[in-house]
């Protein structure tokens, strides 16, 4: 009854890194709840955040 679609409260079940779609391993680490299966993933994923952030930006001020 819980698995049905019609409880909104329980989110996608998440089976891979976000940025490389590996297994996690003992650690996971999480950016803005985006699961990350390790430090250089976690690292590509705020350094992508934070090139769209800058691109945003600048097309904002033009």
């Known amino acids: ?7 909104p409260e329980r989110g996608p ?3 891979g890194c976000a940025v490389c779609n590996g297994k ?3 650690i996971r680490y999480y950016s ?3 699961p990350l299966c390790s430090r250089r993933c976690l690292d590509r994923f705020r ?4 090139r769209d952030r800058r691109w945003l930006f600048r097309f904002q001020a033009a």
């Open 24 to 26: 996690f391993g003992l």
């Open 32 to 34: 803005w709840r985006t």
């Open 13 to 15: 079940v998440v089976k």
């Open 1 to 7: 009854m819980c698995d049905s679609p019609e409880h």
């Open 47 to 50: 350094a992508r955040r934070e």
